[in-house]
C-alpha cells in the first residue's frame, strides 16, 4: 500500500473525514509569449473514481500571481490540455 493510500485510510479512520480528494503540486519553470521564463505551480486535484466524470481538475499559479485554470475532466491529459495557460502570459494586474 503507498503512502498517499494510507495517509486517506488513517484521515478517514482517525479523523472522521467521509470525502477526501488527493492534491498533487508540481513546480517548474515555463516560457512565457513574451520569451521571459516564469515559475509556476501547477496543483491537480484527483477527486477520486466516485467522482468520474469531474475527476480531475488543474489550477496554475505564477510566482508572480498570475493563475490559470481549466475545467473538471474525467482524464489527466485533458484536464492539464484545457487550462486557459494563455492567462499565465497576460500582464499583471
Known sequence: MNTNVKALAALQNHANFF???QVTTFTGYRKTKQGDNQ???????????????????????????RSAGGNDSASIEEAIAIVHWYKLDAPPE
Request: charged share 30%; hydrophobic share 30%.
Open 39 to 65: 515559475e509556476v505551480s501547477v496543483d491537480l486535484l484527483d477527486r477520486g473514481p466516485d467522482h468520474p466524470s469531474a475527476r480531475y481538475t488543474v489550477t496554475a499559479t505564477a510566482k508572480d500571481g
Open 19 to 21: 470525502e477526501l480528494y
